[in-house]
């Protein structure tokens, strides 16, 4: 398995609201996320493992950036950034095989597409880096993101109850998926479309 991705960003996507530039996250992009996390709605943050409405969250996600162990893309419209995904790996653990992949898009580019082209471009560098299989968690009312992920061939594997609280105190259900990279990345060679992706 390799621990870096080989992609080349930036890169800029077509959605129904226009056009959005992909690039890696990396140091000085604090600011930047915090005032995309500052503009979601609370509910929005329920399903990450943490709260990115904190600096010292944002600041340890960019150190585990540098360390190697999450590979992150920033959506950016007008300079703002719009969304992003983290895909996390430990391989210090006993899945290092797995990757979680984290998407957020803000509420104004919902519904454009834009979450699709970063749950892809995800999947892409899961491939690249090795990966066989890659997780994804949300709450279930989260209908437009669980299509998604479903398009592209992930399956509900999961449902943990009352497994996040907001901050009001209300328990929500949190719905897992996964999809098994090793297996599609081995139907793209018997097919010869390794680089379609």
Same mark, same amino acid.
């Given at each position: 398995m390799t621990s870096k991705a080989n992609r080349s960003y930036p890169r800029t996507v077509t959605t129904a609201a226009g056009e959005v530039e992909l690039r890696l996250m990396g140091p000085g992009d604090e600011a930047a996320v915090l005032a995309f996390a500052a503009g979601l709605p609370e509910h929005d943050l329920l399903f990450l493992r943490r709260d990115i409405t904190q600096p010292k969250v944002v600041a340890a996600w960019v150190r585990?950036?540098?360390q190697g162990s999450i590979t992150s893309l920033l959506a950016l419209r007008a300079g703002a950034v719009v969304g992003?995904?983290?895909?996390? /790996?430990?391989p210090l653990?006993?899945?290092p095989h797995v990757g979680e992949l984290r998407v957020l898009v803000g509420p104004g580019l919902r519904g454009q597409g834009l979450g699709r082209h970063l749950?892809?471009?995800s999947f892409a560098i899961a491939l690249e880096l090795g990966l066989e299989k890659v997780v994804a968690q949300m709450t279930v009312d989260q209908t437009g993101a669980i299509a998604v992920f479903e398009d592209i061939?992930? /399956?509900?594997e999961a449902l943990l109850r009352e497994h996040v609280r907001s901050r009001d105190g209300v328990k929500h259900d949190i719905v897992i998926m996964s999809h098994d990279v090793a297996r599609f990345q081995a139907q793209m060679e018997a097919?010869?479309?390794t680089g379609a992706v």
């Open positions: 585990e950036i540098e992003y995904t983290a895909l996390v /790996r430990d653990s006993w899945s749950v892809q471009e061939g992930f /399956r509900g097919y010869g479309l």
